[in-house]
């Protein structure tokens, strides 16, 4: 049982359940681990010129898209944001293709039409990326009731951001999923900031999670940073959900520890408020869970996977100007 | 149109709709409808009673009715359709796709080709337009707006034949395709408004398809050409009758689609006839009449002999009284006066 | 001191006060009995081919109108929805000015542009009505923040059907009146349908009043058939407002006594309900307030304020059609 | 143009709009600034630092950090204005207003019309436009959507001096006004994509503004005309240059409002050089250069010695990587190439 089939199932007990257990916390600490170093490469790579546009990067939520991931199945979807690059390689885009995509090469997992903003692929069960903070809450509920018509126990998953739940998009499709009692797993990374405002400046209710009940939709209040607790909430939502009871919010309290994105220096952040929540990154929070020394080696893994990538983007060939006109309709 | 072997019944447009969804709902399981009021018992059957007894035939799973959401009911189509799933989605009327623009515009139009034309959004946007006494925020044909989203596919069908097939069509598109539809023209009531042409129209018993993209000339003449959808259609045709009587022969299209614009019919038409005049119920600036008086000007400009007019509903906010409304879209008599000035 | 002045006051007690509160008893009754026989009026002579257009009638409602603007002052505002008869009436706009925009004259109060989807008039603080549903929800902000920069301490009142909170406007406007404390008063009136759809189909919480805790916003449910309940609470509501502490939601449970527009037949509604409903009439539950000789007093000026509403509305000169031109740009 | 004696500095757009913003709160107490970041201690004063310093000289209470909310902020903006007060709401990109599309169409531009001429809404909203390498949700040129909205103006300023003046004149104004700036010239940064031009310009620093409603002659010549806006408008110049060292002279034509569009002084330039090439960054198909085309097409026929030709953005959604865009947006070459063809 590899740990992505793990699915719904329990943490295993009993001595071959026990090495699967490790090997699984391994591969949950790898997920995060690949997301980091991808962040912090194309971080560099984008100061250094080499990769065109904007970023928003993921560094410190890493918990969230890989716990949530873990649970879902090949055949399940996701939506995604403008902050896409963890979500994207949790549910199983390559590095190679992401990395392509930023490069704006031919072989990223868009063609190099999507960008930073729209990394995704289909095949991996991931919309490209909606961009248009609470543009996932509407589409998802299609994805939802495209299952639900065609009665598969698929389940999709929309990631948003606390800010996305001030939009009416927030509001219409999640009451549309409730009442449509639809197969869904509501991802909010709760990260306190939206851009530069603080979420007690726009929302007189702290808890996202609150706001659920106005739609008779469950919800949970958990630890973003701890891979394992947000695991565990998403098995439970999306165990209900492919059983037909319909949707359930999740909230995960996390932090972003970059800008909101590339030029963000932060300045509307205290330094306390930083330190406090790097204490509690995800790696560290996971990281006690394993071994030093298969910490080293994962290192190892993921440097060598994401040298292969970059190496895969720089080498990969441009679009030609003229596949800019193809694609727009089927 | 029909050939006269096939079998057929005389339809309102309303009724073929109607036979269009229930007949591709039938032919595929991946065919579905949601809206507001589309399936309530004892209810409506949408706002204009397209969709009466569909709930009865396929249930509440395939008729869905929705909140009062429409960017909900947009982002469900959009994300349904990246499924493969092939929603019909309603807007009670067409002044309600303001509230789901980012799902039509951001969403629909773009998904596939940001994901690098990976996957396809197969839905069908239905909402009625037209002038018809309801005032500012009921009363607008907003065309124009989404032929000018690239992504989108824009039809407006003006009888019962063309309504039928065209809608059959857009539902088998994998493509996001907006479906127009004038309500004086659903069923007999538009008659007057129509010029007391008959709206309803033969109809075939057996399935049948009117291509996306192809313009129908709905009459034939050398003098001038005229370009018109809904019933400022029926408003032309009724000009070139009495036009006729007065030796001026007119050439009528209906572009039937406006984006992809079939602007080979016009040309055509245009490299015969030296005269266009564009009549749309839309307003003006920025309308769709633009965009064909562009592309005439630039492909047929040496055939013009006169300059290129363009008829549409007045720069203002549908008003309430009738008299206002009147005043403001297009009537038979400003195209006739038109028309005569160009060839005066 | 007029009904109307009596504004948040409770009350009075003592014997002059007395007569005031018979007087002001009967004011609140015969401001719902003119929005009834307008309405009843109003709907022959749409069937007579009179009255042009389309018609969304407010019979059944009355309470809610009228308790609501009671409370308010000539300088506070309303916004209003495609139903807005009974709104218009009770702010203020008078009989003759809105007949006369029904039969699409040029004295009617929007100069025969509006129509009955859009009554209303500045002069005595109603917007145009807006036919959007859910429109008023985050135009009404606006309002309410004009007045709040400007430290008055008038108040804007928003009307809007239980239909309308499924609407993405509902939410933001909510949201942004509560985070900013906006003088405001939000006034569902929950008849129980949208159209045709009853509200139980499109939520899965049947108290719009719950929705309203997912901003932080204090909510209170009435009895829509009750004025003098409807008047209570918008007395807290509009006080509370004015002294700065932010909007409050009154849910108003209430039913239309006719369909949802000019042809609704209502089949989707059952013959029991619409009695038992028939039979919480707000004209019978505050009638019973008064003596049947001030009723019949009051049926008698009501007919011929609306003789004489028509009589005006009729010999109004219609618009010029080059007016249609006029009023797009300041 | 600032006349020789007024005193000047040389400001960037992002400059000139702060201070037009800065001048407008200090004039008038009605003024008031709201969107998303714009007034958060340490953060961006706007997505692109327009607003930098503003909330430290006028406080929470007149610059309002909303919540991610562009219903909330258009419909406020506009129910604020319906009192007197005068909003200037900020969308941080463009490709948001799609999220605000009833209150900006059905509310801000009808309600005046709805109530008689009655009210009045003095609003303002900004919105940077532009494909800037940020893909297809955040780089679109929405103009035309609007341009299309009777009771709305739309400006489109493309140099410091100018945006300064018309933003003014734009909060002064007693309608709503969509100012749309593009993101590349705010600062320095955009010079490259602007053919080398400066762009920053002389400013005066006394209180002035710009009509609405009125072009600019940016360069004369009598071959042919170019009407172009923002970085299009620099690359027209960038062309005129060009074509210029081959002995042909275009006159170069910035609308500044493309609602209401100052025709006459685009026919006066096609009535003396008999073509006219229109370029914008916004695509192709129902963008404002086809009521251009439309207008001349209708008014100067006789004139026109050659097809009108609209460059514009192709009909895709913008695409990520920077070779693609390049493919897609109107470059120099391309409007030198189509100028000698229709000269050859
Ligand atoms: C509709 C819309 N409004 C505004 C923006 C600009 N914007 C991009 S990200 C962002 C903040 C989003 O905050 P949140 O949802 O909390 O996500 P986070 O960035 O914290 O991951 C904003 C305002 C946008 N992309 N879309
Ligand atoms: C945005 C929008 N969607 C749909 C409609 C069509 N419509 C008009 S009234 C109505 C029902 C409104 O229900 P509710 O808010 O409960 O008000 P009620 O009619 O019961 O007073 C609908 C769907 C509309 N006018 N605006
Ligand atoms: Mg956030
Ligand atoms: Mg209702």
Redesign the pocket.
Known sequence: MTPSKRAEADLPGGASAQADTAAWVEALYRGMLLIRRFEERVYRLFLEGEIPGTL?QYHGQEAVAVGVCDVLRPDDWITS???PHGHALAKGVSARAAMAELYGKRTGCCAGKGGSMHLGDPSVGMLPAI?????GNTVVTGLGLAMKLRKSDQVAACF?????TN?GAFHEGLNFAAVERLPIVLVC?N?L???STPYHRVSLVPDVAERAKAYGVPARIVDGMDVLAVRAATAEAVASARTGAGPTLIECKTY?FTG?SRSDACDYRTDDEEAEWAARDPLLVHGARLEQEAIEQLEAGVRAELDDAVEFARSSPLPEPHEALDGVYA | MPETTVETRRLTIAEALREAIAEEMRRDEDVFLLGEDVGVEGGFGGAFGVYLGLVEEFGHERIIDTPISEKAIAGAAVGAAVLGMRPVADMQYADFLFECM?ELVNQAAKLRYMSGGKLSVPMVMRAPVGTTLRGAQHGQCPESYFVHVPGLKVVAPSDAYHAKGILKSAIRDDNPVLVFEHKLLYGSKGREAAGGFDLTAEVPTDDYTVPIGKAIIKRSGIDVTLVATHVSLYRALAAADQLASEGIECEVIDPLTLNPLDEQAIFGSVQKTGRLVIVHEDTLTGGWGAEVAARVADDCLAYLEAPIKRIATRDVPAPAAPVLEQAIVPQVETIVATVKEMLG
């Open positions: 928003h944001t403008h902050r961009a248009i903070v609470g543009g948003f951001g606390e800010g996305a939009e990374e990260n900031y939206g851009a972003r909101h | 980012d």
